[in-house]
């Protein structure tokens, strides 16, 4: 049987609720490539400049990020207190007006106007969304983060490691 790996594709549903709305696989194509999601033509730029701009959370529109991420593990015993601080650093962080929608859920729910490729390298990890249960991942399950409320939770006692490639969007 040829190794595939999950690929989770997030949306809005009407109500504007992010929630999965394709769940596929990458198999194997071609001497190793696995393919997870691509873009249409002419919908980024073709400057392939050297030069690098100030780093911030998210690129601009048609801008492109590529970083590795942790997310610690859970800290049972943090207060609300502590809580609070650290979700006023993230959303500060951030730096995006539209990015604290819905925190309900989680505190650290959040969107980007970007198109995130993101790939878990190690750990264990959920991606926290709107509606459903929290989507566990294993290593080398990608998600494509389509500018839908998420965040992150780690179900491990390590940091978990991911990779991901932001797209910016109007």
Not at 33 to 40: G, L, Y
Not at 156 to 169: D, K, Q, R, S, Y
């Amino acid at each position: 049987m040829a190794e595939t790996h999950r690929v989770i594709v997030t949306g809005n549903n009407t109500s504007g609720k992010s929630l999965v709305v394709e769940e596929t696989h990458a198999t194997l194509v071609g001497p190793g490539n696995f393919d997870f999601w691509q873009t249409k033509a002419g919908q980024t730029p073709h400057d392939i400049s050297f030069g690098r701009s100030p780093m911030k959370f998210y690129p601009q529109p048609g801008g492109t990020m590529f970083r590795l991420f942790t997310i610690p593990p859970l800290d049972p015993n943090m207060k609300p207190a502590e809580i609070a601080k650290l979700q006023d650093w993230f959303f500060n962080e951030v730096g995006y007006d539209g990015a604290r929608v819905d925190t309900s859920r989680h505190p650290m729910m959040h969107v980007t106007p970007t198109v995130d490729y993101i790939l878990l390298l190690s750990g264990e990890i959920s991606l926290v969304l709107d509606e459903g249960e929290p989507v566990k991942l294993k290593p080398f399950d990608a998600v494509v983060q389509r500018a839908t409320n998420h965040s992150w939770m780690n179900t491990g006692t390590e940091p978990a490691l991911l990779l991901c490639v932001m797209i910016g969007g109007k």
